[in-house]
C-alpha cells in the first residue's frame, strides 16, 4: 500500500521542542520533494517547510530559524525539527512528497500522509 507514515506528534508546553517524522512505504521508490503542511484548527492546509533531493530547503517565513527539515534519501524518510513552539504552531501536521509509486506508472505523483497532531499549549 503507498502511504506516508508519521510519528512524533504531541503535546509540548511553548517555547519546547518536538520532531515528527515521516517514512515512505515501500511502494515509493522514487521521490522528488518531501515537505511539511500543517493545518491549524479551523483554518486552510499551509505549507511548512520542503526539501528537495538534493537537499535545498524551503520554508513558510513563520517558523524560519525555528523549525529544521531534514531527510535520509537512502530511507526515504523525512524529519521536522520544531524548536522554540509557539501556541501558533498548533495544527495537524502533514508529510507530503513528490513521488513515483507502484501506482503512478511512471508519473510522479502527490503522496500525503495521514496526519499528527502537534498541540502547543501550557
Known sequence: QVQLVESGGGLVQPGGSLRVSCAASRDIFSINYMGWYRQPPGKERELVARISRSGVTQ???????????????????????MNNLEREDTAVYYCNADA???????????????????????
Open 59 to 81: 520554508y513558510t517565513d513563520s517558523v524560519k530559524g525555528r523549525f529544521t527539515i531534514s531527510r535520509d534519501n537512502a530511507k526515504n524518510t523525512v524529519s521536522l525539527q
Open 100 to 122: 513515483m509509486t507502484s501506482q503512478s506508472m511512471g508519473v510522479y505523483v502527490e503522496v500525503w500522509g495521514q496526519g499528527t497532531l502537534v498541540t502547543v499549549s501550557s
